[in-house]
């Protein structure tokens, strides 16, 4: 197995495992609450997440996570007050559909990079317009 082979195993893993852990909230009824608390927690540490994934602009707060992670194809372009972040795939959305009735989204995706993004970007504002569990789309608008 090559290098690329395993990481693409180790990052289809981690979405399964992060997927799992969405449905065991759900069925418990507590994904609110810890989706709610671990934004808090993010968002206060965001600064160093951000310097944990590499991320020095707002823009890497996707990008980074997306070569990281594997997960979402990120794509940005700027805009007249920020940027434009979209994805048209996701694979913890993906597993997370077919195994059940609970989104990933904010808890495991856009949450940590709201947080990485305002780790180097206080200011930006962080607007999510669409995901992929609801749309054909992912897409976060970033104004400053």
Not at 22 to 48: C, F, N, P
Not at 74 to 84: I, L, N, P, R, S
Not at 115 to 144: H, I
């Amino acid at each position: 197995m090559t290098d690329e082979q395993k990481l693409k195993t180790v990052q289809l893993y981690y979405a399964a495992a992060l997927a799992d852990s969405v449905l065991r909230y759900g069925r418990a009824g507590i994904l609110s609450d810890v989706t709610a608390q671990k934004r808090e927690e993010q968002l206060s540490t965001g600064a160093a997440l951000a310097e944990r994934l590499g991320v020095k602009s707002p823009q890497d707060a996707f990008l980074k996570t997306a070569d990281i992670f594997g997960c979402a194809d990120w794509v940005c372009e700027d805009t007249a007050d920020g940027f434009t972040a979209a994805a048209n795939h996701c694979m913890l959305c993906s597993i997370s559909k077919r195994m059940g009735e609970y989104s990933p989204c904010s808890i495991y995706c856009l949450s940590p990079m709201e947080a990485a993004l305002k780790g180097v970007a206080p200011e930006a504002k962080f607007n999510v317009t669409a995901t992929l569990w609801d749309s054909d789309m992912c897409k976060v608008n970033v104004s400053y």
